[in-house]
């Protein structure tokens, strides 16, 4: 097909290329009297089908209406006067062409870029990004493909027809027609995503101008292995760690762990705002939910994240649990390394137990691996033992609770026999028995050098496998600010809002604590954190919102209904059968668009409470300070003694 069909709107173009096939489209270089554009038409193949139809002009039309300064957006549809008519013509659209180059054209022979050039360019395109989201809108297909680099500045041309790919490939099983290098993992695991799906993208546009190379090859969001690519340092020795740490947390599977937003990103890209690519976590000992590291309650079941602690040394009735029984299968040590990781304190050492006949291995394997019984954790009261246990057999393992002897020091037996034998050489002088008195003290201390030399040789009792976990610093949600935002959250509340409102009610509580200690700054406090109050009510209000979202979206199935559409059209089916079909199709894509924004709204809100938490938390008593230093100093000193 060599020519433009469409009808009488059409009259006066000038083709000056193409057609040349792009996804669903066929596209022209046109000439009209407002300058060069470019025209696209929906393929006749599929303009024949009135879903994918409805979809590409409804797609067409939110691009028009995405009206920002850095977006080429289409400035005409056709054919008039119902695109959508399956009797007319295919569809088609028109947008101009920015000045420029494609930008995926540009890096195949400029990457890698010199490092301040690379930059710029994730600055100028994060700058458009930007404008989208400042809108309410998700790019979630943004490719160097959708964007036209004309140094200094970057345009994204034929953006938001993702969903059409999808619709018009029947392929129920991904969400994108290709799989792109620049799709984040999520766009893969569900339809509603938020611009932190962009971040990604943006994020793997950073490593490609740095290094010249995609972070996986070529291999997209499908096929290219879980977790952390190699940095881009590795790529290029003079990349600091700064861009190392940016890049990479960017690029985290989670979009928890990513920058909150393309601004964000290039802050940290830059060193202006410090970036962790890592978030220390736990496993709620309640639940088995993950949670940060500080945070004492659990925002998924409300209980004590950490539950099972040590008692002190010379409390009553101090117990051991011990592991009685071993196998050698990757399974047994599996199920015992989880439990071992979710209560006790950093990673479980090597689990290598002796099992059977001891004659079956060698000397240093005897004296490597571990013997059962063997000490799991000490130190515990009767009721946290009797809970390990049950924690324990509930995945399998066989545990005992032993008591413990009290431990004492060492010197004490032969300090009682000095102390003794200075008592009866006392008594003896003051009988005046003065020549007992150099045997009684001969014997004494012959007597405490024998006791000192056997408690030493004493087989030492060996120490427990691990430690329990410490319990987090931060202190329950009582504080107003934290009750209400874990009020907010149910059983029911999606996975990403409830991460987010839960790291925002750990901050708000660091600020309470920060607030009890420091009290005689509470008024000055107070002033630089009273935006904290509207903006908790702004994330009630978006979280209830979106949670209503998300409830219409569950009866909503993208891959069903277009299932659905296709055994209809199959079958031969009226063409009304289908409308309904379309219409809730419709009706996702709107909710998925309301429900980014909605996202973004509390993720924006988010990000000034953690700036007002930050404001509070640098200021200071003085008093305070100047205690916690001396304190410190003295604990130091002790040490050294």
Known sequence: MNEIVGGPQLQGLRVLAGPRRHGSELRWLVADGDGTAVFAQLAAELAREPSVRARWVDDTERMMALDVPAHARPRAIGPQPDPRDPEAPPPWRMRPQPAGEPLDEWLQRHAPLPIDEALALVRAVAAAVAQVHARGAV???LQPRHVVWSAPDAMLVDIGLSRTEVLSSRTAASLLLEDSPYTAPECLRRTAVDRRADVYALGVLAYVALTGVA????????M???GTPVPPSRHRDTLDRVVDAAVLAALADDPERRPGSVEAFVAALEAREPVSLERATITCQACGATVRREQRLCMACGKQAVSFTHTELDAPDVCALVLTKAAEDAAFSQRLRQVLATVGEGEPPALDFLIGDERMYSQRERQSRIRLPVRLFDRLSPQTAQALKRLFAEHGLATRVVPEQRLRRRSVVPASIMVGTVAIAIGLGMLGMTRALVPVVLLGIVLAAAVARYRRRRPRRPDPLMRLRRAPVALPASDPWVARLAATLSSSTAADVRQRVAELALAVQRLVDHRIEHHRERAEIELVTAPIDPLVQAIEREVSRIGTIDEELRALDEGQLVRALARS???????????????????????????AAGLGRLLDAGALIDRAVAMGLRIRDDAVEHDREVAAALRALEADG
């Open 139 to 141: 790019l979630r297909d």
């Open 215 to 222: 972070p996986w090859g070529e291999l997209g969001a499908v």
């Open 224 to 226: 290219r292995p879980a």
């Open 569 to 595: 059209e199959a079958r031969g089916e009226p063409a009304h059968e289908r409308e309904a079909i379309v219409a809730r199709l419709t009706r996702l894509r709107v909710l998925e668009d309301a429900r």
